[in-house]
């Protein structure tokens, strides 16, 4: 079974521009929660989707949105980029609705503001 | 004060030895309990979890949760040179729903 996708796996913009962002869960898990890594701040929640609905959300400012698509498949935005937001963002996976406690992940989008 | 904290390291051991990796944390909410293995330039893999307290094992690795202690440890047997990684507690509980919530990593080094 093939794993969790991300694509792109490194991007590039400048300060101000708008960047998004895809995933694609193993098949048949419904549940995808994304993450922001930083050195200094390690992982953290960005928000969860199950079935095409976001359930939580972390403590991020509205700059940073995502979406579900009736294939699971995710995708999440960031507007008006700030240095700040040079990250890896991470996507997982669950197939188990409450909590989704067991998350796989994708190799990530390695995103880098100039 | 982080919900979960963890050790950065770096740990540095000999093939062989046992290691023992550590997480405390402060919600009494949290339910589940994961181990995390992250290879540098590499998305996080699932090593164990575990629901509540108690043990389980899986080949070298083994994950004990005490709940009473709010402390989680995973001990990994007869390391190896592949072992090398950073490893990241993870939480989830009460109603955050596809919330992991992360301890800081701890960075390991197992030398030949």
């Known amino acids: 079974k093939a794993g969790v996708t991300q694509t792109p796996r490194y991007l590039i913009k400048t300060r101000g521009q708008q960047v998004t962002l895809s995933c694609s869960p193993i098949?048949?898990?419904?549940?995808v929660s994304w993450y922001q890594q930083t050195p200094g701040q390690g992982l953290q929640f960005l928000f969860e989707?199950?079935?095409?609905?976001?359930?939580n959300k972390g403590n991020f400012p509205g700059r940073f949105s995502g979406r579900q698509f009736s294939n699971s498949r995710s995708e999440m935005n960031v507007s008006t980029l700030e240095l700040g937001d040079s990250a890896l963002y991470l996507c997982?996976?669950?197939?188990?609705?409450?909590?989704?406690?067991?998350?796989?992940f994708g190799p990530g989008t390695r995103l880098t503001v100039t | 004060q982080k919900e979960v904290e963890q050790d950065p390291g770096p740990l540095s051991v000999p093939e062989g030895a046992i290691v023992s990796l550590n997480c405390t944390y402060s919600?009494?909410?949290?339910?589940?309990f994961m181990w995390y293995r992250q290879y540098s330039r590499k998305g996080p893999e699932l090593l164990m979890y575990?629901?509540?307290?108690g043990n389980k094992e899986d080949g070298r690795f083994t994950a004990q949760v005490d709940k009473s202690s709010k402390y989680i440890s995973l001990f990994i047997r007869d390391s190896q040179p592949s072992d090398s990684a950073t490893y990241l507690c993870?939480?989830?509980?009460?109603?955050?729903?596809?919330?992991?919530?992360f301890g800081q990593g701890t960075i390991l080094t197992v030398h030949p």
């Open positions: 098949s048949g898990h419904r549940s």
């Open positions: 575990t629901y509540s307290s």
């Open positions: 993870a939480m989830v509980g009460g109603t955050s729903y596809g919330k992991l919530t």
């Open positions: 989707y199950f079935s095409e609905t976001q359930r």
């Open positions: 997982a996976s669950s197939l188990v609705g409450r909590l989704a406690y067991e998350q796989y």
């Open positions: 919600n009494s909410a949290f339910q589940y």
